[in-house]
C-alpha cells in the first residue's frame, strides 16, 4: 500500500508539470532585458544621393537568438523591414551572408553576438566592393574571376574502364582544405591588395580553387592553369599580408595554397 | 441555429474574400498587372546605370591585426630604409662637389657634437625600423621557403619579431 503511494507520488513529482497537475505553479521567470546597440550600414539605391550611414537598432537578445544573423533577421521582422541581406542556410555552408562584423569579415549565421550590452556591434558590407543596397555587395566580378580559373577537371585522357579517374588517398589528401570552399569572399575581400587591385588581381578566394585544380592528380591541364597565371597580376598581387586565412570562417588556408602556386610557378 | 447560420456566412465571406485574392492565373484579367518589356542591351544599360551610382563599401573599417599592420609596416620601414640610405649614398656622392665637407669621418665628428637626446633618438629612429624590417624580412623568406604557413605558426612568429626587433633595436640604439 505504501509502495503504491509512494510510487504514484514519485510519478506525480516527476510527470506532474508536464501534464498540468494542480501542483503549485510557479509562473515562468520573465528574462532580463539585455539591449544590445547594433549600428547597421545602410544605403539605399532609390534615393542614391543620400550617402550611405549607420543606422542604430536596439535589440532584446534575452528575445533573440544567439547569432547575428538571428539579430538581423528580428530587425527586418520586427522593426525595419527594408533592411536588406543576402541569407540562406543559417548555418555556414552556403556563404550568402557574409558581411563584416565588428571589422572582421565572417559569416553573420556563424558570429556569435557578444552578450556585453556596453559595446554596439558595427556591421557593415564586404569591404571595397560595390553596394546594391544595404549589406548587399555586387558579387559579378568576383565570380567572373572565378569562372575565368576555369574550375572544373579538364583530364587528359579517358580512364582505362571508361568510367571513374582513379586517384590514391594520397593525391586525394591534398585537395583536403581547398574544396571545402564555399566561395563566401570573406578573404578576398579582407585582402588590401584585392581592394586596390580588384580588377586585375583574382584574390585569394579564386588563387586557392585556381590551385585546387592544379593539385588535383586527375586534371591533365595543369600547364595551362599555371600559363594563364604568368603576368605581374593575377597571381603575383599576393604579398603574403596573410589577411585571408585570418579571415576565413571555414578555418581555411588560401595563403599556404597561394604559396604552393607560386612555388609551382618557379618550377615550371 | 442562429449562431451557426452567421458563423457559415462569416466563413463564406471570408472564402469569397481570399478566393478574390488569390485567383488562379486564368482568372487574372491583363489588367490588373502592367509590366514593361526591355531589349537585353536596354536592360544592361539600365544596370549600367544603377552600377554607376553605387558606392564603394568601406575599407577603413577593418580591424588592425598583425597580419596586415606587421606587413605594411615591413612595407613602410622599407621604404624609409631605402630612403635614407639614398640620401646617404647620394651625398657623399654629390655633397663635395658643392664644397659641403660629407665623408664617414666628418660625419661622425659632426655627430658626436650634437647633444645626447638628439644622438639617442636618431640612433632608434634608425635601429628600430632597421631591426624590424630585418627580422620580419627573414619571416617573410621563410613563408617563401614554404615555412611558418599555418595561422597559428605565423601569428606566433610574428609576436617573436616583434619582441626581438624591440630588444635588438633597443640595444643597437643605446649600445651601439
Redesign the interface.
Same mark, same amino acid.
Given at each position: 500500500m505504501a509502495f503504491l503511494s509512494a510510487t504514484r507520488m514519485f510519478s506525480r513529482q516527476a510527470f506532474g508539470s508536464a501534464r498540468g497537475l494542480a501542483t503549485a505553479a510557479t509562473p515562468p521567470a520573465v528574462a532580463a532585458a539585455n539591449m544590445k546597440r547594433f549600428q547597421i550600414?545602410r544605403?539605399n @539605391?532609390d534615393h @542614391?544621393a543620400e550617402?550611405?550611414h549607420l543606422q542604430a537598432y536596439d535589440i532584446d537578445l534575452s528575445k533573440c537568438g544567439p547569432m547575428i544573423l538571428d539579430a538581423i533577421l528580428k530587425i527586418k521582422n520586427e522593426v525595419d523591414p527594408t533592411l536588406t541581406f543576402r541569407r540562406s542556410c543559417r548555418e555556414g555552408i552556403c556563404g550568402s551572408c557574409a558581411m563584416?562584423i565588428?571589422?572582421?569579415?565572417t559569416l553573420a549565421c556563424l558570429k556569435r553576438i557578444e552578450k556585453d550590452s556596453k559595446k554596439d556591434v558595427?556591421i557593415? @558590407?564586404?569591404?571595397?566592393?560595390?553596394?546594391?543596397k544595404d549589406l548587399v555587395?555586387?558579387m559579378t566580378l568576383f565570380y567572373k574571376q572565378y569562372k575565368s580559373i576555369q574550375p572544373y577537371l579538364q583530364a587528359d585522357k579517358v580512364p582505362e574502364d571508361g568510367k571513374e579517374h582513379y586517384q590514391s588517398k594520397e593525391d586525394r589528401l591534398k585537395l583536403d582544405g581547398m574544396y571545402e570552399c564555399i566561395l563566401c569572399a570573406c578573404c578576398s575581400t579582407?585582402c @588590401?591588395s584585392y581592394?586596390w587591385n580588384q580588377d586585375a588581381y583574382l584574390g585569394p578566394a579564386v588563387l586557392m580553387q585556381a590551385y585546387r585544380w592544379i593539385a588535383d592528380s586527375r586534371d591533365g591541364k595543369t600547364a595551362e592553369r599555371l600559363a594563364q597565371l604568368e603576368n605581374p597580376f593575377s597571381l603575383y598581387r599576393c604579398?603574403?599580408?596573410?589577411?585571408c586565412?585570418?579571415a576565413c570562417p571555414k578555418g581555411l588556408?588560401p595563403?599556404?595554397a597561394i604559396?604552393?602556386l607560386?612555388?609551382e610557378m618557379a618550377s615550371r | 441555429m442562429q449562431r451557426a447560420t452567421g458563423t457559415m456566412s462569416t466563413l463564406v465571406k471570408s472564402q469569397a474574400m481570399r478566393r478574390a485574392i488569390l485567383r488562379p492565373a486564368s482568372a487574372v484579367s491583363s489588367r490588373d498587372i502592367s509590366t514593361a518589356t526591355i531589349s537585353t542591351d536596354e536592360n544592361l544599360a539600365l544596370l549600367n546605370k544603377q552600377r554607376n551610382l553605387r558606392p564603394n563599401s568601406p575599407w577603413h573599417i577593418y580591424q588592425p591585426q598583425l597580419t596586415s599592420v606587421s606587413s605594411i609596416a615591413n612595407r613602410a620601414t622599407g621604404v624609409g630604409l631605402s630612403a635614407g640610405m639614398y640620401a646617404l649614398f647620394l651625398g657623399h656622392l654629390m655633397l663635395p662637389a658643392f664644397g659641403v665637407p660629407f665623408d664617414s669621418a666628418t660625419i661622425v665628428s659632426t655627430f658626436a657634437e650634437f647633444p645626447e637626446w638628439f644622438k639617442l633618438s636618431t640612433k632608434a629612429l634608425i635601429a628600430f625600423p632597421a631591426a624590424f624590417h630585418t627580422l620580419n624580412g627573414m619571416r617573410h623568406l621563410s613563408w617563401d621557403a614554404g615555412k611558418l604557413l599555418d595561422l597559428r605558426t605565423s601569428y606566433a612568429a610574428g609576436y617573436a619579431v616583434i619582441a626581438a626587433s624591440a630588444v635588438s633595436g633597443g640595444a643597437i640604439a643605446f649600445y651601439l
Open positions: 550600414y544605403w @539605391p @542614391p550617402k550611405p563584416n565588428d571589422g572582421v569579415n558595427k557593415y @558590407p564586404l569591404p571595397h566592393m560595390y553596394i546594391v555587395p555586387d579582407s @588590401p581592394w604579398h603574403t599580408i596573410f589577411n586565412s585570418k588556408n595563403a599556404k604559396s604552393q607560386k612555388a | -
